[in-house]
Nanobody, 119 residues
Framework: QVHLVESGGGLVQPGGSLRLSCVAS????????MGWYRQAPGNKREIVAVKSNGGSTYYGNFVKGRFTVSRDNAKSTVHLQMDNLKPEDTAVYFC?????????????WGQGTQVTVSS
């Protein structure tokens, strides 16, 4: 079984920064991709940033250079540095990872961490 635990959410003023972190634990053979999604009330869950094992990175269109995703493969962690935050970035941010335990591939999700951007 695999677990993802997020940290780093909170309340920040517009224009501020937050750094989210997510660590995977459990029976992990390899992690093929790891990243972040978000969901605001009344909206569908959307991709924020995902980084593959090969290093390729995908960002949602709304990011526009404000966020940076990074991975530490040795520690099974992924970080999301968010700068110049806007009120419309308010959402629950979920960590996601595609994890192999040696026998199967699991699409794993964390519980989510709330990010609120407000003055």
């Amino acid at each position: 079984q695999v677990h993802l635990v997020e940290s780093g959410g909170g309340l920040v003023q517009p224009g501020g920064s937050l750094r989210l972190s997510c660590v995977a634990s459990g029976n992990i053979n390899s992690i093929t991709s790891m990243g972040w999604y978000r969901q605001a009330p009344g909206n569908k869950r959307e991709i924020v940033a995902v980084k593959s094992n090969g290093g390729s990175t995908y960002y949602g269109n709304f990011v526009k250079g404000r966020f940076t995703v990074s991975r530490d493969n040795a520690k099974s962690t992924v970080h999301l540095q968010m700068d110049n935050l806007k009120p419309e970035d308010t959402a629950v941010y979920f960590c996601n990872a595609d994890i192999q335990d040696g026998t199967a591939l699991y699409d794993s999700w964390g519980q989510g961490t709330q990010v609120t951007v407000s003055s």
